[in-house]
């Protein structure tokens, strides 16, 4: 069975500063996806950004990136020029590829609450 | 555009009463939905695969009694807690695919 890992329960950024976050994931598998969703205080899951492990580029999506290590299975996210509205629960998450049923569920880390110090 | 609708958001009820989580695909087919739960400061543990038409697949550990699902159309899985007791307190969160995963606002179950 996959695991994720977030070994940092909370951290803190100044505002306009660059922070990241941390996460280590173990799999047997080669193929696979992972997400970075930020859960703010309304408790919705919005999706921040995604990866997939057969692309060697890291994924951008604005301020937002990541720093994919397979070999070392580590997914780290990267905030840059961090904002109020970042502050949240940012959690790691895993998915086996493939299409075939039961493939689509994920595997949450334990969640990284980020605060934004103005 | 697509979403996923879940009521009701907040519910408190006595113990020993059954209570019924709706999740609803707005704009798009969901033949799968998936229902999680999470404790407070916790992460989301998926509870069970919801399949319309056919019976949930349950993860290890969850009670399929208790947790009744039921996805009996395209657009519609139900979650019942039934007889419900302090310990099932918790959110419950359902989602479904549509490009990307896509998640309701979740539903805080109190039970007292």
């Known amino acids: 069975a996959q695991t994720v890992t977030q070994s940092q329960p909370e951290m803190s950024v100044q505002e306009a500063e660059t922070v990241t976050l941390s996460c280590t994931y173990d799999t047997s598998e080669s193929d696979y996806y992972l997400f970075w969703y930020k859960q703010p205080p309304s408790r919705q899951m919005i999706l921040v950004i995604r990866?997939?492990?057969?692309?060697?580029q890291n994924a951008t999506e604005n301020r937002f990136s990541v720093n994919f290590q397979k070999a070392a299975k580590s997914f780290s996210l990267k905030i840059s020029d961090s904002q109020l509205g970042d502050a949240a629960m940012y959690f790691c998450a895993y998915r086996s590829a493939g299409s075939h049923f039961g493939n689509e569920k994920l595997t949450f880390g334990t969640g990284t609450r980020l605060t934004i110090i103005p | 555009g697509a979403v996923v609708s879940q009521h009701p958001s907040r519910v408190i009820c006595k113990s020993g009463t059954s209570v019924k989580i709706e999740c609803r695909s707005l704009d798009f087919q969901a033949t799968t939905m998936f229902w999680y739960r999470q404790f407070p400061k916790q992460s989301l543990m998926l509870m069970a695969t919801?399949?319309?038409?056919?019976?949930?697949?349950?993860e290890q550990g969850v009670e399929k009694d208790k947790f009744l699902i039921n996805h009996a159309s395209l657009t519609l899985s139900t979650l019942t807690v039934t007889s419900a007791h302090p310990e099932d307190s918790s959110f419950y969160i359902c989602?479904?695919?549509?490009?990307?995963?896509?998640f309701g606002s979740g539903t805080q179950l109190s039970v007292l």
């Open positions: 990866q997939e492990a057969y692309k060697q």
């Open positions: 989602s479904a695919r549509f490009s990307q995963l896509l």
């Open positions: 919801s399949n319309e038409g056919s019976k949930a697949t349950y």
